[in-house]
T-cell receptor, first 112, second 109 residues
Framework: TAGITQAPTSQILAAGRSMTLRCTQD?????MYWYRQDLGLGLRLIHY???????GKGEVPDGYSVSRANTDDFPLTLASAVPSQTSVYFC???????????FGNGTRLTVT | GQNIDQPTEMTATEGAIVQINCTYQ??????LFWYQQHAGEAPTFLSY??LDGLEEKGRFSSFLSRSKGYSYLLLKELQMKDSASYLC??????????WGAGTKLIIKP
């Protein structure tokens, strides 16, 4: 089934450790995004990529980095996790920068 | 600053009609999206409005008034499976999506 795959589904991470959240799509969408979702807040954009080889900063980029080496993959790395990064992380893609988003099933991350 | 307002929670009865409002103040406007998100799941796309008026899609309709910075999502013939959060998002002049916090809709039998 075509779509977006995120891994892992959930993770408990000790503060100070690094981690990479994986995201792969098979729809050949140009644009990809990383959001975090926290209770009572709207989805907040961390980083985005309008096309392979390019990335940009969103609303809350500090503490996170991304790469877009090819069309399908868009990993998100936390270099040194802090408890405030406890959240649900959603990867999304869209055919173009102004098309509807398709979301992965999310990664629930707890930083202790 | 940019802002999207929606009610935090609404309750409705199975078989009835409910209207979820969304007001926005953004730097420019390039369209408004509605998404549905069931608890513990990913958001899924429902509708898109870029021109004023009503867009109908089965039991769901979405309305937009750009001059008033206002949209609503209308759900008819409510079913228990419609219990979910409904997210309003506006695309600003830089084609960035600004998200509301979502409206949790509770359907009672």
């Amino acid at each position: 089934t075509a779509g977006i795959t995120q891994a892992p589904t959930s993770q408990i991470l000790a503060a100070g450790r690094s981690m990479t959240l994986r995201c792969t799509q098979d729809m050949r969408h140009n644009a990809m995004y990383w959001y975090r979702q926290d209770l009572g807040l709207g989805l907040r954009l961390i980083h985005y990529s309008n096309t392979a080889g390019t990335t940009g900063k969103g609303e809350v980029p500090d503490g996170y980095s991304v790469s877009r080496a090819n069309t399908d993959d868009f990993p998100l790395t936390l270099a040194s996790a802090v408890p405030s990064q406890t959240s649900v992380y959603f990867c999304a893609s869209s055919e173009d920068y102004n098309s509807p988003l398709h979301f992965g099933n999310g990664t629930r991350l707890t930083v202790t | 600053g940019q802002n999207i307002d929606q009610p935090t929670e609404m309750t409705a009865t199975e078989g009835a009609i409910v209207q979820i409002n969304c007001t926005y103040q953004t730097s420019g406007f390039n369209g408004l999206f509605w998404y549905q998100q069931h608890a513990g799941e990913a958001p899924t796309f429902l509708s898109y409005n870029v021109l004023d008026g009503l867009e109908e899609k089965g039991r769901f309709s979405s309305f937009l008034s750009r001059s008033k910075g206002y949209s609503y999502l209308l759900l008819k013939e409510l079913q228990m499976k419609d219990s979910a959060s409904y997210l309003c998002a506006v695309m600003d002049s830089n084609y960035q999506l600004i998200w509301g916090a979502g409206t949790k809709l509770i359907i009672k039998p």
